[in-house]
């Protein structure tokens, strides 16, 4: 199993960026798919950026499309998610994970990162 450790969540104003990151605990993001979901009170996860393996190939939600940038260091086992523009409506906890093929978490969630966007 893969533990998954998210960072870099915070309050930010309308209009304002953040970039959040994710480490593991093996280094596997050049193997597997790597995405990010965030999950807002009363609504379900949802994965908003996505990064293949092998040639970064990316994919957004049409919500965050234009705003939000996935990317991979697998030097540094990382994986990032650059938010510009926020919006009051990405307030969620963030988390990252590998999404299979139909976009469900292939391991356990982490313990996920709370952007809140004021407006």
């Known amino acids: 199993q893969v533990q998954l450790v998210e960072s870099g969540g915070g309050l930010v104003q309308a209009g304002g960026s953040l970039r959040l990151s994710c480490a593991a605990s093996?280094?596997?993001?050049?193997?597997?798919?790597m995405g990010w979901y965030r999950q807002s009170p009363g609504k379900q996860r949802e994965l908003v950026a996505r990064i293949s393996p092998g040639d970064d190939s990316t994919s957004y939600a049409d919500s965050v499309k234009g705003r939000f940038t996935i990317s991979r260091d697998n030097a540094k086992n990382t994986v990032a998610l650059q938010m510009n523009n926020l919006k009051p409506e990405d307030t969620a906890v963030y988390y990252c994970?590998?999404?299979?093929?139909?976009?469900?978490?292939?391991?356990?969630w982490g313990q996920g990162t709370q952007v809140t966007v004021s407006s």
């Open positions: 093996r280094r596997i993001f050049s193997i597997y798919a």
């Open positions: 994970n590998s999404p299979d093929r139909e976009g469900a978490a292939r391991w356990y």
